[in-house]
């Protein structure tokens, strides 16, 4: 208990499932932590949620935030501004469209939707997020950036402009963490694998086939659980990751170093 004892938190896409998961545990471990999410009802459900499991919580706010729009990004990050500026984002925030697909299939509209969230909502919140930090003289501080194991390993399944998306995530935070590396900010990506998650569950629906396409490349036999993800976001944004910096960190069961799975 304690491991962000006075941080101030923010979370976007946080009504979903890693999103939701990480508020609890952030809420646990004594942040103070603000809630965005473009949708406003499930935010609210998220609220509640949190406030149900961890009455204890310190501060607890919400804002409807579009990460793929700027002026809502900056507005959401000066939010905390009386809470004394951001210690920790968590740009988490994302989506994987039914329509995205390989080179020849996907619309250029979906590309751009893609992009507009998957990437530029990244760097809004990195950027905004700096902006606070050196208002507020902080000088330890992380911002964690979530891609996916797809940015890492190809699939014969294609979603070309989500898989692109992430690997400009991966690119994006590793120079954010040279360039504000003396100013104690740190930037990692997190890599998960597939999740039991709305993002994809909804996706996949009970179509057997697809699912046990992707299930037989994991080790371990499953997909991951959102809290397992939470876990890893957790100590990549308290100071007990503080000589962490840069690195696609991976939470994916072991699925992209594995050459044949066992029976
Ligand atoms: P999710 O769909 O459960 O939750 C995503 C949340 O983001 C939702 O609450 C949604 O309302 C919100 N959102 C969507 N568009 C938004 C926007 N423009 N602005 C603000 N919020 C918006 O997804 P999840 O599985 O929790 O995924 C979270 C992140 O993890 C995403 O970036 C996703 O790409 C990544 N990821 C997920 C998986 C997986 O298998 N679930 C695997 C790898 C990476």
Same mark, same amino acid.
């Given at each position: 208990m304690g491991r962000l004892e006075g941080k101030n938190c923010i979370i976007t896409g946080a009504a979903g499932g890693i999103g939701l998961e990480t508020a609890i545990l952030f809420a646990r471990e004594g942040a103070n932590v603000l809630l965005t999410d473009i949708s406003g009802p499930a935010l609210e459900k998220a609220e509640a949620k949190v406030k149900e499991l *961890?009455?204890? *919580?310190k501060k607890l706010e919400t804002k409807i935030t579009d990460v793929s729009k700027e002026e809502n990004v900056k507005a959401s990050v000066e939010h905390i501004d009386s809470w004394g500026g951001v210690d920790v984002m968590f740009n988490n925030a994302g989506i994987m469209h039914g329509d995205d697909a390989d080179a020849i299939d996907t619309p250029e509209k979906i590309w751009d939707l893609t992009h507009a969230i998957n990437v530029k909502g990244v760097w809004f919140g990195s950027k905004y997020a700096v902006i606070s930090m050196r208002k507020h003289g902080k000088k330890k501080t992380s911002i964690i950036n979530t891609a996916s194991v797809v940015a890492l390993v190809g699939a014969a399944t294609p979603q070309l402009a989500y898989t692109a998306s992430k690997g400009a995530v991966l690119a994006m935070t590793r120079e954010l963490a040279m360039v504000h590396a003396r100013e104690g900010f740190r930037f990692n990506s997190l890599c998960p694998a597939p999740l039991n998650t709305p993002l994809l569950q909804d996706w996949l629906g009970d179509d057997k086939a697809k699912r046990h396409r992707r299930e037989v490349h994991f080790p371990t036999g499953r997909f991951g659980e959102a809290i397992e993800l939470a876990q890893a976001v957790l100590f990549l944004a308290s100071d007990e990751s503080s000589f962490v910096n840069g690195t696609d960190f991976l939470v994916d069961g072991g699925m992209t170093k594995c050459y044949v799975t066992p029976e």
């Open positions: *961890v009455p204890e *919580v």
